[in-house]
């Protein structure tokens, strides 16, 4: 029986094999891998590029306190990019879960329709929840769009559930009893982080502190993307990756608030909108730092009226 | 020479609810081509779309095309430079000579003309250079790009195409693939390259399980069904019939404890989640069974069995947390909370929509149990078990509410609040909970006009379509006498609205002729069981023979007071009494008599003597006499026509005359 981290080596081994880049996870707090700039930056613009990496992503709503056997504040992604997508991707992706000890022949696999879309990234895409006997263990999605820009190149993104796929391969109702390593089960290790961080998120979080943190970086966001100057000679040096860092704080913020409750009725579309539009400034800005293209205008589609 | 044709678009999975419509338009796509052919198939698996067609011809027929030159007037210049153009396009085989063109004689005197043979072109030709543009107009609703930002669109990446006329290929490149002969079988039983010919690609196919017609996967998914109880359930069964290649059902346990949650709970874990058949036992209650359909041959260890079970006893394990979590507060206490849900950006809270409901609900003559469920309406989607199955929303807060104590006519009017969902589905089951569904979705209705939120060509964001059918099934069926206008609040757009939603409801859900329809919604629609009572009785009426030439005198006498009021300069006559004294003896004064005798009294009874008086009457009398004759008979003729017009406008009736 593969572990936990066995799981997880033998996955980055693979694509590692299919010409991946290998990276570890982004150091700044995130809801999925694909907010991570290794994602959101690297599939702008007409550059090819392959990359993997483990991404604990949180999400501060369904955290339930260490209890509920299938559900975490804080999950692990495998996150792999491949850019543009080769005509075999499902091939790939199929004996991927080979490469784990899944045998095909003796299991059930369906694509199921599951159109993948992030409103406060601007970004979007077409796919497939991967059902292995009923159970879904992969998004699999073609991206069209992010930051509110076309793609040149379509990627494919798949992004493993790594707790679920463990407990699958290791037959336990609850990933807390999913073995990492030999003799340290998952909870072990984790058990303590969503416990605490479901007591902080929806008890002990002051609100306006978040509140207060939300708008400083926001502001420092807003100052880098309207300080940046498209005509500038030394542009290749302006630092807009800090600036994304900074939305990524925001949208973390957004994300803990909202499980605090602290976000009203009237407010929530207006954050979202208010995320979106630093993460679609930060993707345009990038594009013309890295590729000289003319940014054009964001694209602001109908407030999410629903 | 005849051949058949074979074309099959590999693609990834395809959504399977689109595959039927895209056939549909594949079909017709092909059609539009205009090459003959003696029959067309479509079938479709979740990979591939294959259309096949018998008796292509090998090439198009021979044609001939004449080509027009210049008089035989011309100078010569111009003759001979029409040889020489005739020349370029018969090349060097013949010689082109003057003095062999045939002249033509046309009405504007003689020319000079050639036939030209036109051979047919190969059929082949005319696919290969029509298909790489039909394919990507194949209808569906969403669409991607793949290969790049001005690559193709397709619904999902196209991976092989397999087009072969008889025993040749049709070449062409779409998305850089090109057409061949070779599909791919079954992705984890068949192989990935199969060479295929016209004549066995179906049989090859199923060599490597994948079963081409959706018919037989059907059939045998529905043949393994059979023996078992299984709750009978055709879009679900249309679901997994497009979403396999070779189905093969399966049949899991869950433990018995988990019958103790309600059933409607259970069923839309398996069934919206995990798309499972549930299970009956021979009682008609759900036995602690469900059968998955796999996308694969057989299950010999049993390890998609016990996966699929583990599966959904996480699933039920996670509804049976929710439902116990959520019994801790009564629904009645979370009435607060719905300061919290918004309905809608512009329209606020659930909380103030609840409260617009309760008026509503008064207005309508509610009683308390009305109230009292209106209050509680949505206060299950602050319930945990709503926010994991939002599908769930009204019945769980009916079963909390059951739960809960309240009484009947309440607990079933939280519970029905969104029916009718179709124009298939029931109206709610009590009158109290009729009177809260009408009030909800007339609440949505009315508010989402008020703020400019009312759809647009197919874009129908918080179905307001179906909520004002909704209304229109509920008031008609459920016989409740109110007045719609008074409803609307004088919003013309959202009376229009309903209009629209009225006149679908008759024509096309029950059934009346569109002219009927037209006829009596013009004598008022704002009373629904007023205007289906008329309905039925204009449909008896069209039977007599009395009808259709008694409405084309309505018609006729709508026209001559319409003429009378232009003729007057738009302006309305003056109400007249009818003065008797004017009356001429004979078909006129018959005709008065005969109002006289039968005003006030159902159409139905008098129709039969009142049509020959009026024929009569048209026949014989002159409307438009000199003198104050004409303004009585005008009179006579409106005072007739009001009398009848209650039921319906007959001069909408559309007659065969």
Not at chain 1, 179 to 201: A, I
Not at chain 1, 251 to 278: C, H, M, P, Y
Not at chain 2, 35 to 59: M, Q
């Amino acid at each position: 029986m593969l572990s936990f981290q066995q799981i997880i080596f033998k996955l980055k081994e693979y694509w590692a094999e299919r010409g991946c880049i290998i990276q570890e996870p982004y150091d700044v707090e995130v809801g999925a891998g694909t907010m991570c700039p290794e994602t959101f930056l690297r599939v702008l613009g007409p550059k090819p590029y392959r990359v993997a990496y483990v991404q604990p992503s949180r999400r501060p709503a369904d955290g339930r306190y260490g209890d509920n056997p299938n559900r975490l504040f804080k999950h692990s992604q495998l996150q792999v990019i491949l850019k543009p997508s080769p005509d075999d991707i499902m091939e790939q992706y199929l004996a991927s879960l080979e490469a784990i000890g899944i045998d095909l022949r003796k299991h059930d696999i369906k694509f199921e329709e599951d159109n993948w879309e992030s409103p406060t990234l601007g970004a979007w895409g077409i796919g497939w929840q991967v059902m292995l006997d009923g159970l879904e263990i992969t998004q699999f999605t073609y991206f069209q769009q992010c930051g509110g820009i076309d793609l040149d190149l379509v990627p494919a993104e798949l992004t493993y559930g790594l707790e679920r796929l463990s407990a699958f391969l290791q037959v336990k109702d609850s990933v807390y009893d999913i073995e990492w390593t030999e003799g340290v089960s998952y909870g072990d290790v984790r058990y303590l982080d969503e416990l605490q961080y479901s007591v902080y998120n929806f008890e002990a979080a002051d609100i306006p502190t978040l509140w207060k943190l939300f708008d400083l970086h926001e502001g420092e966001a807003a100052r880098l993307l309207a300080a940046y100057d498209p005509k500038s000679p030394g542009k290749r040096r302006y630092p807009l990756l800090a600036a994304y860092d900074q939305v990524l704080k925001c949208s973390n913020l957004f994300n803990t608030l909202d499980a605090r409750g602290a976000i009203s009725v009237t407010e929530r579309v207006g954050v979202i909108q208010r995320v979106r539009k630093l993460a679609v400034g930060v993707a345009h800005a990038w594009v013309d730092q890295q590729w000289g293209m003319p940014p054009g205008l964001p694209v602001e589609e109908e407030a999410a009226a629903q | 020479m005849s051949v058949p044709f074979l074309l099959e678009i590999g693609t990834e999975e395809i959504p399977d609810w689109m595959i039927p419509a895209a056939l549909a338009s594949l079909r017709l796509l092909f059609e539009k081509l205009e090459i003959p052919h003696e029959s067309v198939t479509l079938d479709a698996t979740p990979r591939r779309l294959t259309l096949r067609a018998e008796g292509l011809p090998a090439r198009q027929a021979d044609s001939e095309e004449r080509i027009l030159g210049p008089a035989k007037s011309a100078p010569p210049q111009a003759v001979a430079g029409f040889a020489r153009k005739l020349q370029s396009i018969v090349g060097t085989s013949r010689i082109v000579r003057l003095e062999d063109l045939p002249i033509e004689t046309t009405p504007k005197g003689e020319y000079y003309s050639f036939v030209r043979e036109v051979p047919g072109r190969p059929t082949k030709d005319i696919l290969a250079e029509a298909l790489p543009g039909l394919i990507p107009r194949i209808n569906f609703p969403k669409t991607m790009y793949w290969t790049g930002k001005s690559g193709p669109r397709f619904i999902r990446p196209i991976r092989w195409i397999v087009a072969l006329l008889g025993e040749d290929i049709v070449p062409f490149e779409i998305a850089g693939v090109r057409s061949g002969n070779v599909t791919s079988g079954h992705r984890r039983l068949g192989a990935h390259e199969i060479i295929v010919t016209t004549s066995d690609y179906e049989r090859r196919l199923r060599d490597h399980y994948v079963i081409l017609s959706a018919e037989e996967r059907r059939a045998k998914i529905s043949n393994e069904l059979a023996g078992i109880l299984v709750k009978r359930d055709d879009a679900l069964l249309e679901t997994l019939v497009y979403l396999t290649e070779y189905p093969t059902t399966i049949v899991g346990r869950f433990d018995r404890q988990f019958l103790e949650l309600p059933a409607e709970v259970l069923v839309t874990v398996m069934r919206h989640h995990q798309k499972y058949f549930s299970v009956e036992n021979e009682w008609g209650g759900l036995a602690p069974q469900f059968v998955a359909v796999m996308n694969i041959d057989a299950d010999p260890d049993g390890f998609v069995r016990r996966g699929n079970e583990r599966v959904l006893r996480a699933r039920f394990n996670d509804a049976r947390f929710f439902w116990e979590t959520d019994q801790k507060r009564k629904l009645a206490d979370r009435m607060a909370d719905l300061n919290h849900v918004t309905f809608q950006a512009k329209l606020g809270t659930y909380a103030h929509k609840s409260g617009r409901i309760v008026a509503l609900v008064q207005k309508l003559g509610g009683d308390g149990h009305a109230i009292r469920a209106a209050h509680l309406l949505k206060c299950d989607l602050t319930t945990e078990l709503v926010k994991e199955f939002t599908e769930l929303q009204g019945i769980v807060g009916g079963l909390y509410a059951r739960t809960q104590g309240e009484p009947e006519p309440v607990w079933q009017a939280v519970y029905d609040q969104y029916k009718p969902e179709s124009m298939d589905d029931a109206i709610p089951r009590n009158r109290t909970g009729r009177i809260v569904a009408l009030a909800d979705k007339l609440d949505t209705l009315r508010e989402c006009f008020r703020v400019g939120l009312s759809p647009t060509g197919s874009r129908d964001p918080f179905a307001l379509r179906r909520a004002a059918q909704g209304v229109v099934k509920i008031v008609v069926e459920g016989g409740m006498d109110l007045e719609l206008s008074e409803l609307l609040q004088d919003d013309a757009q959202l009376s229009a609205f309903f209009e629209e939603r009225i006149r679908y409801y008759f024509k096309d859900i029950r059934g009346f002729r569109y002219d009927e329809v037209n006829a009596a919604m013009a004598a008022g629609r704002s009373n629904l069981a007023d205007l289906e009572a008329r309905l039925k009785r204009i449909q008896n009426l069209r039977s007599s023979a009395d009808f259709e030439p008694l409405a084309a005198s309505f018609k006729r006498i709508r026209n001559i007071l319409e003429q009378a009021r232009s003729g007057s300069g738009g302006q309305a006559q003056p109400p007249a009494e009818i003065d008797e004294s004017l009356l001429e003896p004979g078909p006129e004064k018959d005709l008065y008599e005969e109002y006289r005798n039968i005003a006030g009294q159902p159409i139905e009874n008098v129709i039969g003597r009142l049509r020959p008086k009026v024929d009569v009457f048209f026949d014989k009398v002159l409307v438009n006499a000199p003198d104050a004759r004409r303004q009585n008979r005008l009179t006579l003729l409106s005072t007739l026509l009001a009398e009848f017009s209650t039921i319906a406008d007959f001069s909408e009736i559309v007659t065969q005359s």
